[in-house]
Structure formats: C-alpha cells, structure tokens
C-alpha cells in the first residue's frame, strides 16, 4: 500500500523551530520528487517547498526562504522539513507530497499534520 | 508571482455537469493539474498534464486548457463529487502554484 505519514507537527511558540518528518512506503522513494504543501484551515493550498530525487534540484516559496530547509534521506524513504524562525502566519496543516517528476502534479498525498505557532 | 483565478463556488444538480475554471496569463502553454479535496481530507490528484486521469479516476472527470483558461469538467455529478476543487501549475519562477479554490455543491 503507497503511504505517506507525516509527523513532527504540533504547538510551537513564535522564533522556535521544528522539524516535519514524511515516512513514505508502498513505492521507489527515489524514483520521485517530493514536495511540502500547507493549507491554513478552511483555505487554500500553498506550495512551501520541493526536491528533486537526489536533492540536485530544491525551490521555496519566497515567504520561507532562509528559514525553512527541505531534505531527504533516500535509505530511510524520508523527507523532512527543518522550520526555523516560526511565525504566527506559518501555523497550517503540512502535507508531504510526491510526483514522478519535479515540476509534475502531485500524485500521492499524506494526510497532514497540523502546525501551531502561538504564545 | 502567477496568479491562477476560480470561482469560489459552482452549484450543480446531480445528474448535471459541473464546469470550474481556472484563469492565469497565457495558461495554455503550461500543463495544468486539478485536485478534488473533501473535507478533513488529502487533496486527490483527478486531472494531470491538463486532461489525462490518473488510474481510479471515473472518466466523468475530464480537463481542458486553452489561451488563458483552463477547465474542470464532472459529467454526470453525484453527490459524491461535492468537495473543493484546485488547479495547479509549475510556476515561471520555479514553484508549483495552486488556484484559489472552488467550492462544489451538490444541489
């Protein structure tokens, strides 16, 4: 069964840092790109970040660059997210996402994990 | 940054066809992709490269794209399909970018 699970999410206070693991299973990790994607609740989605299969190619939005890091680990099936600096307008759901290609649509989804950025 | 414009709502009765659009400058000449969301769930891929499904998708699901509009087309909608619908595209700037969003009722 293709599986993407994500982890590391929860309540985090403004400037502190966390980081967002995706477990992947059920197909060749490194046959695919991967992506983070967040949805603040009840909005829209917004690209965050992406990497290529052997982490030549690497893109983030303008709004977290230089804070966040993307990641992959091809021998673990992992990808990950380094979130420093954390502010309020970061809280959303964080889903992981994989393509075939790097500038493909998403065709397999996690189901999300939640981050919170508060006092 | 590009911009990609839906409708925030299309209505439709059951047995009906739902079109959503998806507006952006010159999106003819880029590969457009279209999710299906419900609620307290992953988007779904349901379109890609502007009109190919991927497998599991009824063929009632079909795209379009064309000059600057692109287009979401569910034939013969069942009370199923009722959930939020985005488009997608790699981005000039290198980056996906997602539509803002329609919402599909289901009468």
């Known amino acids: 069964e293709v599986q993407l699970v994500e982890s590391g999410g929860g309540l985090v206070q403004p400037g502190r840092s966390l980081r967002l693991s995706c477990a992947v299973s059920g197909f060749t990790f490194d046959d695919y790109a991967m992506h983070w994607v967040r949805q603040v609740p009840g909005k829209g989605l917004e690209w965050v970040s992406s990497?290529?299969?052997?982490?030549?190619?690497?893109g983030y939005v303008g709004s977290v660059k230089g804070r966040f890091t993307i990641s992959r680990d091809n021998a673990r099936n992992s990808l990950y997210l380094q979130m420093n600096s954390l502010r309020a307008e970061d809280t959303a759901f964080y889903y992981c996402?994989?393509?075939?290609?790097?500038?493909?649509?998403?065709?397999?989804w996690g189901q999300g994990t939640l981050v919170t950025v508060a006092s | 940054s590009y911009v990609l414009t839906q409708p925030p709502s299309v209505s439709v009765a059951p047995g009906q066809t739902a079109r959503i659009t998806c507006g952006g400058n010159?999106?003819?000449?880029?590969?457009v992709h279209w999710y299906q969301q419900k609620p307290g769930q992953a988007p779904v891929l349901v379109v890609y490269d502007d009109s190919d499904r991927p497998s599991g998708i009824p063929e009632r699901f079909s795209g379009s794209n064309s000059g600057n509009t692109a287009t979401l087309t569910i034939s013969r909608v069942e009370a199923g399909d009722e959930a939020d619908y985005f488009c997608?595209?790699?981005?000039?700037?290198?980056?996906?970018?997602f539509g803002t969003g329609t919402k599909v009722t289901v009468l």
């Open positions: 990497i290529s299969w052997n982490s030549g190619s690497i």
């Open positions: 997608q595209v790699w981005g000039s700037t290198g980056g996906h970018v």
């Open positions: 996402a994989a393509s075939e290609n790097y500038a493909d649509g998403l065709e397999i």
């Open positions: 010159n999106i003819g000449s880029k590969n």
